[in-house]
């Protein structure tokens, strides 16, 4: 198998080998050159694996490892490293233990002293966001968010503030819901990236208000089919208005609890919570001086 200067020779190795999204000739020489040399591959779904190195002319043993067996596999396979078996992880498409199982496989070869080699490759939110058109020189990988309505809204609510470009993979029949609870927490007027099926072919990549998503994906209902990846641009920074901010805090101070004035405070100035709980209590401070 051919190697670099860093890969370890020796046998007792796993290889977190990074396959297509899609497109099959994405993956690259060095990982068809680890699957063709490792003696067991680790896969989320061994029938999806199969079809990629059927697509190579790749022999190899295939073992399972997904969410529901992964601490199973994970002794299992840390027991073929001791044997001196080189074992590949992969996952369906991408990169193996992001938002994919993978990671306990990797932490359990670790603290065994064995050899971990990244074969680096696709990996969908880092294509999305190439493609984008969103400068993004700081991002936040949020995964999937909660299936139920209630735990979508809360953890959308708590990315609000969030100075950073947000990168979200969703599934078809939840990506509206997703969307919609959006709207509500982040407005609508930040722009949102909604990337489908990237690499394949009936791949698409829209920019929008996220006020306008919902109705973009329910013109067409193919626009509702596939894998999506979402990105959500940064909230745009205000300049800080500290006068007005204290005369409003001034004004609900004088008939309210601090804590319920901090609360109105911010949601009618937008100013950050922390700030104005900190200038509520100089100013609660300074009345009682």
């Known amino acids: 198998m051919a190697r670099s200067e860093q890969e370890p020779a020796n046998a007792g190795t796993l290889y977190v080998v990074a396959t297509p999204l899609g497109n099959l000739r994405d993956l690259s020489a060095r990982a068809l050159d680890t699957l063709r040399g490792v003696d067991v591959i680790a896969a989320e779904d061994t029938r999806v694996t199969a079809k990629l190195l059927a697509h190579y002319g790749v022999s190899a043993q295939l073992v399972s ?6 601490a199973r596999r994970a002794e299992e396979i840390t027991l073929r490293l001791g044997q001196g078996k080189r074992v590949a992880l992969v996952t369906d498409a991408g990169t193996p ?19 971990v080699v990244p074969i680096p490759g696709p990996n969908a939110a880092v294509t999305a966001l190439s493609a984008s058109g969103i400068a993004a020189a700081r991002w936040l990988f949020c995964g999937f968010l909660p299936s139920s309505a209630a735990a ?29 609870a959006m709207v509500e927490a982040f407005g609508a007027a930040r722009e949102i990236v909604i990337a489908r099926e990237l690499t394949k072919r009936f791949e698409s990549i829209h920019r929008c208000r996220l006020a306008d998503a919902p ?54 100035t937008g100013a950050p919570r922390k700030a104005l709980y900190a200038e509520a209590l100089e100013l609660r401070g300074r009345s009682k001086s």
């Open 65 to 70: 490892v997904h969410e529901h067996n992964e």
């Open 97 to 115: 233990g992001v938002s994919d199982p993978g990671a306990l496989v990797v932490r359990k070869a670790m603290e065994a002293g064995f050899a």
């Open 152 to 180: 979508r809204r809360a953890e959308v609510e708590r990315l609000r503030d969030v100075p950073f470009a947000l990168v979200f993979y969703e599934a078809p029949h939840r990506v509206m819901a997703s969307i919609e």
């Open 215 to 268: 109705a973009w994906l329910a013109a067409d209902p193919d626009r509702i089919r596939g894998e999506f990846v979402l990105i959500v641009a940064a909230p745009e920074e205000s300049k800080p208005d500290d006068a007005a901010h204290a005369r409003v805090l001034s004004l609900l101070l004088a008939e309210l609890p601090l804590a319920q004035a901090v609360r109105l405070a911010v949601a009618l």
